[in-house]
């Protein structure tokens, strides 16, 4: 039996300018950190000779090109696992569709799994490369990269993702008592609702694509933001970051109307007058989580809480994607 795990990931900066639309031709960079909220992956023999799949359905076939999971069909197409024999199992700490990457987390864990299978090893970058493959160069998801490096690389990192395709990764050394309390003040609300980032990024990613004056500026001044942030949390001046996290969130929403709504706007102005210094909507919008910075979390949880909001606390997660059990 093998288990890996991947983790889910908040975006701390420039998120939205790892699309290939943009950094193909201007160059995208984003901070983004990884949290103890983790996708896991479990492969084991089967007794019987097929290929079984069990995830948010069962699958049970005799052939890869049978497999109606497209992700697990190309993963194992690409390390050139056949089965039969063969069952695979995933579960997440967090539901698909609430804006923390899980999609990217999935596909690096299962990676992660089937080279374990063949006793490969694969080094981080290459293993969030390969899902970057599968996920955007074949299955044309309308998606950015960070997501699979995160999940690969753990910890609060950097990346520049440049247009040959190529993806520098930066270790973002915060200082020890500033990350402590960058962990500490900031707070996770899940707003009840999931949803698909694809509609959403399809839209930036076509007008982008079409060179939208309105689209290029508003990536280009995100990305500018990520500079800042980085620039921030480097120093551990976290007010500071706060307010960028507030800039790009007001900035964010010009993106699309998909991308916020009266609900989330109101919860949104209900944080900011009860300790929130900063905050935004996780992801690409319509859903998932909203994440707050905050000097007064006990102020803000017990308001948010009454309006009906879910924490879940989280810390960052310094190991990527990891096999947990072999045996």
Not at 190 to 201: H, N
Not at 272 to 298: D, P, S, V, W
Request: neutral net charge.
């Amino acid at each position: 039996m093998i288990i890996t795990r991947s983790p889910l990931r908040i975006s701390l900066g420039g998120g939205g300018t790892d699309l290939p639309s943009y950094y193909q031709e201007h160059t995208g960079f984003v901070v983004a950190g990884a949290i103890n909220r983790y996708v896991y992956i479990m492969i084991t023999e089967a007794f019987r000779p097929k290929i079984i799949l069990k995830y948010s359905k069962l699958e049970e076939v005799e052939r890869v090109d049978e497999i109606q999971h497209p992700i697990i069909r190309e993963a194992l197409k690409l390390t050139g696992l056949t089965g039969p024999y063969l069952e695979i199992v995933s579960v997440s700490d967090i539901p698909a569709g609430t804006g923390l990457g899980s999609s990217g987390s999935f596909t690096t864990a299962l990676l992660g799994a089937l080279h374990t299978l063949k006793r490969d090893i694969v080094p981080p970058h290459k293993l969030a490369d390969e899902a970057c493959y599968i996920e955007l160069g074949v299955l044309k998801e309308p998606i950015g990269k960070q997501d699979q490096y995160i999940a690969a690389f753990g910890g609060i990192t950097c990346f520049d993702f440049l247009p040959d395709g190529n993806v520098v990764a930066a270790p973002l050394k915060m200082p020890p008592e500033a990350l402590a309390n960058l962990e500490d003040n900031l707070l996770l609300f899940f707003t009840g609702s999931a949803r698909s980032a694809s509609d959403i990024l399809r839209d930036q990613d076509t007008r982008t694509r079409e060179n939208s004056r309105e689209m290029l500026e508003n990536l280009h001044f995100t990305k500018q933001l990520g500079f800042e942030s980085r620039d921030a949390l480097l120093v551990g001046d976290l007010r500071r970051y706060a307010e960028l996290m507030h800039t790009h969130w007001e900035h964010k929403k010009k993106r699309s109307p998909n991308i916020s709504n009266g609900p989330i706007n109101d919860l949104y102005e209900l944080a900011r007058k009860n300790g929130a210094l900063g905050g935004k909507l996780i992801g690409a919008g319509g859903g998932g989580f909203l994440m707050f910075y905050t000097e007064e979390k006990t102020r803000l949880r017990q308001v948010l809480r009454q309006a009906g909001l879910r924490e879940v606390r989280t810390q960052f997660d310094f190991a990527g994607t990891t096999v947990v059990a072999h045996s």
